[in-house]
Nanobody, 128 residues
Framework: QVQLLESGGGLVQAGGSLRLSCAAS????????MAWFRQAPGKERDIVAA????????YYADSVKGRFTISRDGAKNTVYLQMNSLKLEDTAVYYC?????????????????????WGQGTQVTVSS
C-alpha cells in the first residue's frame, strides 16, 4: 500500500504562485509514475502533470504548459507541483496520484481510473 499526503494549497490572487507537495510513503514505489490531477466543482477529474522517480520527461496537460512544473525529490519521497501565473480557471481540488503499472508500458496514463493510489486532495483557489 502507498500513502500520499498533499499539502501547500490555499488562496492566491490571479497571476500568483503556489507550490504543492505530495509526500509518498509505504511500499516500494520507485517504479511508479506520479501525477497531479485536479477537479473543479461539477467537472471531471483531469490530469495536470506526471513524472517518474527516475529518468524521463514529465507530462503536462496543454492547459498548464509553460506555467506549471512538476518535480520530485527521491531522498524525500516527495513530488512537487510549482504553479506560476495562476488563473481563475486553475481553481480546483488538486490530487496526487500514483500509477503502479507505469513500468509495464513506460507511458503516462492520463485517465484517473488508471491510477491506483490517491491523496486526500488540497484546495487551490485563485481569486481576481
Amino acid at each position: 500500500q502507498v500513502q500520499l499526503l498533499e499539502s501547500g494549497g490555499g488562496l492566491v490572487q490571479a497571476g500568483g504562485s503556489l507550490r504543492l507537495s505530495c509526500a509518498a510513503s509505504g511500499r516500494t514505489f520507485g517504479s511508479y509514475a506520479m501525477a497531479w490531477f485536479r477537479q473543479a466543482p461539477g467537472k471531471e477529474r483531469d490530469i495536470v502533470a506526471a513524472i517518474t522517480w527516475t529518468v524521463g520527461r514529465p507530462y503536462y496537460a496543454d492547459s498548464v504548459k509553460g506555467r506549471f512544473t512538476i518535480s520530485r525529490d527521491g531522498a524525500k519521497n516527495t513530488v512537487y507541483l510549482q504553479m506560476n501565473s495562476l488563473k481563475l480557471e486553475d481553481t480546483a481540488v488538486y490530487y496526487c496520484a500514483a500509477d503502479r503499472d507505469y513500468s509495464r508500458s513506460s507511458s503516462y496514463a492520463v485517465g484517473p481510473l488508471e491510477y491506483d493510489y490517491w491523496g486526500q486532495g488540497t484546495q487551490v483557489t485563485v481569486s481576481s
